[in-house]
């Protein structure tokens, strides 16, 4: 009999895991609070409890290409980066493709889940729901949490003093939604994340005034790259990964500066983190130094102190007339349902490789999506969903308590030396190596050194190419016999939403080429005769 799982949310992390469920043949049933589908994505006017929040303009950080789920590539028409309607799009596409809707319970929310009482021998939940004020408890052999990590707004006004006395508007960022009626305020952005630089660019164009207060300040990348491919197609390779890996810190800092650093100077834009040999997640934002350049954005120190009208800096400088500050603070994460099973503690997130709590008796219980990767969260995601349906079904085991609890004080150790100690890096990871680690544990990590001989052109595409996520679909369970081709044909997607305008083909052969085998014969000839 199919082992019956319940699924918690029906955001990316759940329509995943749902699949995936159904891929091993397991019986799942996912519990969503709203009703419908698309989680974070799934933009609203209104601010919802217990649901993520979004502003309109949201558009993804990674491409399409990177993006997308191992046996399911994105429409090739579809932009390179996503406004958040298209991600929706593209899961509304994918649940229906795979028949998932089925699956899913609207309008119920997840009371609690308890052990059952003979949880050390069967492993067994019982998950409490209420829909349209009924009650109902159902038991289940295993339990996916996939109600996301931006729901709790992180709001530290005790860090703030003279918030009391600020007599303008204050609000936390998850509250944004679009510019309209910020028009002539002057404004005060708290944070230099993701979201803190989207709104301070994007009220930037109808405010008299905005500033942007951060305390370490950030790298900020492009997502226009090497040629104008998207910045994570060249950045993300297993030989640049290989390279951070092996290579002295500082040689990984300078290369860093040096990539950034050929957009704009960070120093002059008051930009410049304060420890550059932190790899934090850097900014992703196209828009952020043109409005720096042009004054409509002002970078400052911390804030202080606030007064009744003022915000006064760290550096002694003073900003009169504040009308609103937006607090991009990021989040906390809670699941006031598990009874404190999942829960940080000394500056630590313990979870076995940010999934499996390691205490409990049975692995029945997995937490999808609780990461940060710097790169693509979707193909991670389901590599996480990917090796739990394994476990659930005893196809894949874990080790003991002892040697899971050893591993996350290690990675933690790791994260720390890596990203910092700030709770902001609290789910931080390097992207290839987290995911090459789930697909050793799933038996779908490519064998590069095998395939150089097999297949050498592929070879070399998935060691110097960009690692996404049809890699982990080429062996092993759940292999798909499209995924080299997908790998070869990744570049047509890439430029068929961008060739909208009918040109004449230019030469095959490069006048640049040309110019350098001209330059590389002048030396030759300079050298010979000088030989005479």
């Given at each position: 009999m199919a082992k019956k799982v319940?699924?918690?949310?029906?955001?990316?992390?759940?329509?995943?895991?749902?699949?995936?469920?159904?891929?091993?043949?397991?019986?799942?049933?996912?519990?969503?609070?709203?009703?419908?589908?698309?989680?974070?994505?799934?933009?609203?006017?209104?601010?919802?409890?217990?649901?993520?929040?979004?502003?309109?303009?949201?558009?993804?950080?990674?491409?399409?290409?990177?993006?997308?789920?191992?046996?399911?590539?994105?429409?090739?028409d579809f932009p390179n980066f996503l406004p958040?309607?298209?991600?929706?799009?593209?899961f509304r596409i994918f649940a229906k493709k795979f028949d998932l809707l089925k699956y899913i319970q609207f309008q119920t929310t997840v009371l609690s889940v308890k052990k059952h009482p003979d949880f050390a021998t069967s492993g067994q939940w019982v998950v409490v729901t209420e829909n349209n004020g009924k009650k109902q408890s159902a038991v289940f052999d295993g339990v996916m949490i996939c109600s996301g990590h931006h729901v709790f707004p992180n709001l530290p006004l005790e860090s703030f003093p003279g918030i009391q006395k600020f007599k303008g508007q204050y609000f936390h960022s998850r509250q944004y939604k679009h510019p309209e009626g910020f028009e002539k305020k002057r404004i005060l952005v708290i944070g230099i994340g993701n979201s803190a630089s989207d709104i301070a660019v994007e009220l930037s164009k109808k405010a008299a005034q905005v500033f942007i207060s951060t305390?370490?300040?950030?790298?900020?990348?492009?997502?226009?790259?090497?040629?104008?491919?998207?910045?994570d197609l060249t950045f993300l390779t297993r030989f640049k990964a290989m390279l951070k890996n092996i290579v002295p810190r500082i040689v990984v800092k300078w290369a860093m500066e040096n990539v950034v650093y050929?957009?704009?100077?960070?120093?002059?834009?008051?930009?410049?983190?304060?420890?550059?040999?932190?790899?934090?997640?850097?900014?992703?934002?196209?828009?952020?130094?043109?409005?720096?350049?042009?004054?409509a954005i002002k970078v400052k120190s911390r804030v202080k102190e606030l007064t009744e009208t003022s915000a006064i800096f760290e550096d002694g400088t003073v900003e009169e007339n504040i009308d609103i500050i937006v607090f991009a603070t990021g989040y906390t994460f809670s699941f006031p349902f598990l009874d404190d099973l999942v829960k940080v503690?000394?500056?630590?997130?313990?979870?076995?490789?940010?999934i499996f709590p390691p205490q409990l008796e049975k692995s029945t219980l997995a937490c999808i999506g609780l990461i940060q990767p710097l790169g693509p969260i979707f193909p991670a995601i389901e590599l996480q969903a990917r090796w739990v349906t394994r476990v659930f079904k005893g196809l894949c085991t874990l080790p003991s308590e002892r040697t899971m609890m050893e591993d996350i004080i290690k990675r933690n150790k790791q994260r720390i030396d890596w990203f910092g100690e700030s709770k902001s890096q609290l789910l931080q990871t390097s992207y290839i190596s987290y995911s090459d680690e789930l697909a050793v544990e799933i038996g779908v990590k490519p064998d590069i050194l095998s395939l150089l001989l097999k297949d050498p052109k592929l070879a070399v595409k998935l060691y110097f190419g960009p690692c996404n996520s049809y890699q982990y679909r080429l062996v092993g369970p759940g292999q798909w016999d499209g995924a080299r081709n997908a790998i070869f044909t990744q570049k047509q997607r890439i430029l068929k939403p961008l060739k909208t305008r009918a040109i004449k083909t230019s030469s095959t052969f490069p006048v640049s080429f040309l110019l350098k085998i001209l330059g590389l014969l002048a030396v030759v000839v300079a050298f010979f005769s000088q030989l005479q």
């Open positions: 319940a699924v918690i949310g029906a955001g990316v992390s759940g329509l995943v895991s749902l699949k995936c469920c159904v891929d091993e043949g397991l019986k799942p049933t996912c519990f969503e609070k709203t009703e419908d589908i698309g989680g974070l994505w799934r933009f609203k006017e209104t601010v919802d409890d217990g649901r993520a929040s979004i502003y309109q303009s949201v558009i993804s950080n990674t491409s399409k290409e990177m993006s997308c789920l191992s046996d399911f590539p994105m429409p090739e958040n309607s298209k991600v929706l799009e593209y305390r370490h300040g950030s790298w900020v990348l492009s997502r226009i790259s090497e040629d104008g491919y998207p910045w050929q957009w704009f100077n960070h120093e002059n834009y008051g930009l410049v983190p304060q420890n550059k040999y932190l790899l934090k997640e850097p900014v992703v934002n196209d828009d952020l130094p043109s409005r720096i350049l042009y004054g503690e000394n500056n630590m997130v313990s979870l076995y490789k940010f």
